[in-house]
């Protein structure tokens, strides 16, 4: 997998089964890439045209998107709002939270949402998924961190299945353990995140995870695996 960065795309044309790209790169030079297909993706913003918040007295953002604090209360105290609207990833599952945690709020309760925990999935194949930092945001922030990985093709249950592409990454605080991101490709990946999520939210350690018994052989064992190479680099099947 290649990826072009700042490049910008000048044409794209279709000659029978072939897609032909014309792309300038950073220093102007004119590049060809060519392949079966071509996906446009183009970037998301809040819908909120024809919503008519000014008549409602709302403040909208110089994006268009609905203001709201910790809460989620828009400028109007009674006037709340989540989802794609709001600042943050617009992905559904965070808004299924603001949902909840709005609601919890109109009953009285004092829920929160930690949006450093709210995973991100892209539905390719293989799948990838990721929770917490990454690698250059520990480095931005001078966290000293240490990270452990295990690639697929040295699990048992992807070998048996076929989807041997992919990994999982543990990124661990150098000092304290506590995981502080957690990194992944492969098949299922949309379904082992959770289990990130879960360890991440009760501040487990990397040596937490490697500690807990997974099921013989299933993708989950990654997690471990990954655990245990971020733990003095104790990965068991490498």
């Known amino acids: 997998m290649k990826f072009y960065v700042s490049h910008k795309v000048k044409s794209v044309e279709r000659k029978g089964n072939l897609v032909k790209v014309q792309a300038e790169n950073p ?23 024809g919503l008519n918040a000014e008549k409602a007295g709302v403040k909208l953002t110089e994006r268009g998107m609905v203001e709201v604090n910790d809460h989620l209360q828009t400028n109007i105290p009674n006037i709340y709002a989540i989802g794609d609207v709001v600042r943050g990833a617009m992905l559904a599952h965070k808004a299924e ?103 991440m939210e009760f501040k487990a350690s990397a040596e937490d995870i490697s500690r807990m018994s997974h099921a013989h052989p299933t993708f989950a064992e990654a997690i471990k695996e990954a655990a245990l190479a971020a733990t003095d680099n104790r990965a068991l099947h490498v």
């Not at 220093?27 to 045209?49: A, M, N, Q």
């Open 27 to 49: 220093k102007g030079e004119t590049i060809t890439l060519e392949g079966d297909y071509s996906l446009v993706s183009v970037g998301r913003r809040p819908y909120t045209d």
């Open 97 to 199: 939270e603001e949902g909840v945690m709005v609601a919890e709020i109109l009953a009285g309760q004092k829920p929160h949402i930690d949006y450093n925990l709210i995973p991100g999935v892209v539905y390719t194949w293989p799948e990838v998924a990721a929770v917490g930092k990454t690698e250059e945001q520990l480095k931005e922030a001078g966290v000293t961190y240490k990270a452990g990985s295990f690639p697929f093709k040295a699990l048992g249950r992807a070998r048996a299945g076929g989807d041997i592409d992919g990994f999982v990454k543990i990124l661990a605080d150098a000092k304290t353990d506590e995981v502080l991101g957690i990194h992944m490709i492969g098949a299922r990946c949309a379904d082992l995140i959770a289990e990130a999520v879960t360890a």
